[in-house]
């Protein structure tokens, strides 16, 4: 017998026999995957069996939505894809919110259900789902294996679609047969899709008309998506702004693409962003979308939106491109490649001081604004007081609601990835779940999962999985009692009718910590958080805080559903300041 070189060794290695189980776990070994986050059940058990005798690192959740938002968590943070598995039936259909969420928030997922075997699939059998049907709105691709020599091409091609162009989730439906049948396992092939095929660099003439109106516009601003993220371009963005002089407002997901702290950035846009980015965009004469998809909440009535401007959009995907604001300068293209383009070309920058002395002086007089009151807490101060704490370098998970809203406004993104928060379905019981992925990802980063009282209890019980792997996580919840949102547009939209949005009662949350076995904080005043946060960041391991905050606060500035961004309510004037 001749004797085998490395590379012929690894090749036969790809071309064994293997059951659809083992082939699974081969393949996403050769992807990279550090972890699975999952749940067993009867249509998984011979992967689940196979799972243990390969001691594969995988997180049990106590619930498959907590599997799959822990997964985007995961996605968020690393940039690579997070992988779930769940059974089929009752298992596949708890991943229904977090594959849209994932979808609407372009995070790259690959998911694989159980399903029943083969023979009986359309038979109503015992947790049948018909999860292809269900997922194929949500999913950016999915598939059904019906042949094991199918499975390996399907795999390599899931983590090519979730990962390349627009990213999204991708989901594997596996009937159980499949997973014991063997075949020959050659994951060492090409991905072949002719009819897919992301382009990724911007065309040479577009990127020329870009760099013209710049140099004749006179109030150019940038709206700076996701996508600068997902493209690792933070770098980029910032070397182009600086060279152009031209402001940057970013979108909710985008928080974090540019420096918080930089002079040419004006905050978040949109329904509560601030009052310079949003007059921005309201007085700019050439809009640059980079990587957003021009969201209702960020750009308010359409026909109020940008009047004054030529719009360009960078983005991946073209579908984006047009959909709700007509564009003049189109450019498909990831977004790094784009602004390397940009910077290569270097055309005469605007003349933008003008323009920037305006802004700046819209900076000093409307800046964020809540009246201090120390007895209590107020919440915009707590997020403050945790930026603080963490030198503003945690990584921050949120739910969805005013504490988003306030997180958003109050904690200052200087850094890329460090900001998890469900943008699109805008998903409560997102925040729990998503810091375990997110800490799993970066081991040594301070995880802060800031909740609300509300979307808290959708999710807790994924607490079990942060006491049993000692994951340092501090869950701040920011109880107002209240569904705070739903209680905000209530009081200002439906003459305060409080129709089901108040929960004076709810459950004592410090007890519920120590039912986990985790310490559990509360504070009511401004004295008692400052002391609660130095408690928690002291100790190297999960705290749960209770902040009672001030229940009738809102969430200001706002642009009111079917208002323009320049019709904001709720800024006030700092005239002191502006002095
Ligand atoms: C799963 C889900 N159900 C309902 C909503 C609608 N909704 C948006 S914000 C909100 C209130 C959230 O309350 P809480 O979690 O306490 O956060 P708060 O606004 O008080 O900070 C609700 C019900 C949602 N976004 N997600
Ligand atoms: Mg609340």
């Known amino acids: 017998m001749t004797r085998m070189n490395v590379e012929e060794q690894e090749k036969a290695k790809t071309k064994m026999k293997l059951n659809g189980s083992l082939m699974l776990i081969e393949a996403l070994k050769a992807e990279g995957v550090e972890v699975i986050f999952g749940y067993p059940g009867g249509a998984v058990l011979p992967l689940y069996d196979e799972l243990y005798k390969a001691g594969v690192f995988h997180v049990l959740t106590r619930h498959e939505q907590g599997a799959i938002h822990a997964a985007e968590g995961y996605a968020r943070i690393s940039g690579k894809p997070g992988v779930v598995i769940a059974t089929s039936g009752p298992g596949a259909t708890n991943l229904v919110t977090g594959l849209t969420d994932a979808m609407m928030d372009s995070l790259p997922l690959v998911v694989f259900t159980g399903q029943v075997a083969t023979s009986v699939i359309g038979s109503d059998a015992f947790q049948e789902a018909d999860v292809v049907g269900i997922t194929m709105p949500i999913t950016k691709h999915n598939y059904q294996v019906r042949d094991i020599s199918e499975l390996p091409r399907i795999i390599k091609e899931a983590f090519h679609i979730a990962t390349t162009g627009r990213p999204g989730p991708v989901l594997i439906d596996i009937p159980k047969d499949i997973t014991t049948a063997e075949g020959e396992f050659d994951y060492d092939q090409d991905v072949h899709l002719p009819g897919y095929q992301p382009t990724t660099q911007p065309n040479h003439w577009q990127i020329r008309r870009l760099v013209e109106a710049v140099s004749q516009s006179k109030r150019p601003v940038i709206l700076a998506g996701a996508g600068v993220l997902h493209a690792n371009a933070a770098d980029e963005l910032r070397q182009y702004a600086e ?28 329904m509560h962003g601030t009052y310079t980015a949003n007059m921005a965009l309201y007085e700019c004469d050439l809009l640059i979308n980079i990587g957003a998809r021009f969201d209702d909440r960020v750009t308010g009535n359409l026909n109020d939106f940008a009047p004054k401007a030529t719009v360009a959009h960078i983005d991946i995907d073209p579908a984006e491109i047009g959909k709700n604001v007509p564009t003049k300068i189109p450019i498909v293209s990831d977004a790094k490649a784009a602004l390397q383009e940009l910077i290569a070309q270097q055309g005469k920058p605007a003349d933008t001081a003008a323009w920037l002395v305006q802004l700046d002086e819209w900076k000093r007089r409307f800046p964020l604004y809540y009246e201090p009151e120390a007895g209590t807490i107020k919440p915009q101060k707590l997020i403050e007081m945790i930026y603080e704490m963490t030198n503003g370098e945690a990584i921050v998970t949120t739910d969805v609601g005013q504490h988003q809203m306030w997180a958003a406004q109050y904690y200052k993104f200087n850094r890329p990835h460090r900001w998890v928060t469900s943008g699109g379905l805008g998903t409560m019981g997102f925040g729990l779940p998503a810091a375990i992925g997110a800490q799993l990802a970066d081991r040594s980063a301070t995880v802060v999962s800031i909740v609300g009282d509300g979307g808290f209890q959708m999710t807790f019980q994924e607490l079990s999985v942060i006491q049993e792997l000692q994951l340092p996580i501090k869950i701040v919840i920011v109880n107002n009692q209240a569904l705070g949102m739903v209680r905000q547009w209530q009081e200002l939209f439906y003459d305060q009718r409080y129709s089901h949005s108040l929960i004076p009662n709810q459950p004592d949350f410090v007890k519920l910590a120590e039912a986990y076995g985790m310490l559990g904080l509360r504070a009511k005043t401004e004295a008692e958080a400052a002391d609660v946060l130095k408690q928690a960041f002291a100790i190297n391991g999960p705290v749960l805080l209770d902040f009672h905050v001030r229940a009738d606060e809102n969430v200001y500035p706002m642009v009111a559903p079917g208002k323009g961004l320049h019709q904001m309510v709720g800024v006030k004037a700092c005239e002191e300041s502006s002095q």
Do not use: Y
């Not at 407002?249 to 930089?262: E, I, M, Q």
């Open 243 to 270: 060279q152009q002089r031209i402001p940057v407002v970013h979108t909710l997901l985008g928080l974090g693409g540019f420096p918080a702290d930089h002079p040419l950035f004006l905050g978040m846009a949109g």
